[in-house]
């Protein structure tokens, strides 16, 4: 149902991307509950959405992921 990927944009930030299908027999506010749950719970947002001519729903969805960048010096 889900796969996720990653891609780097800038420097120490990772955007971490879900993309679903959803059938085309859920309804409107099933699907809004759905994604508005994962947004809460998970931190992810909507990127996109595609509803295709047979009414399957296929959404991207993304997060942020930052990374602590290592520091140059240590104090011993």
Do not use: C, H
């Amino acid at each position: 149902m889900a796969a996720t990927a990653r891609k780097a944009f800038r420097r120490n930030v990772e955007w971490e991307y879900d993309n679903l299908t959803l059938s085309s027999e859920l309804s409107r506010n099933v699907v809004t509950r759905l994604l508005v749950e994962r947004a809460e719970q998970g931190g992810w947002e909507l990127r996109s959405v595609r509803i295709g001519a047979d009414g399957v729903r296929r959404v991207i969805l993304r997060r942020k992921i930052i990374r602590q960048p290592r520091p140059e010096f240590y104090y011993v």
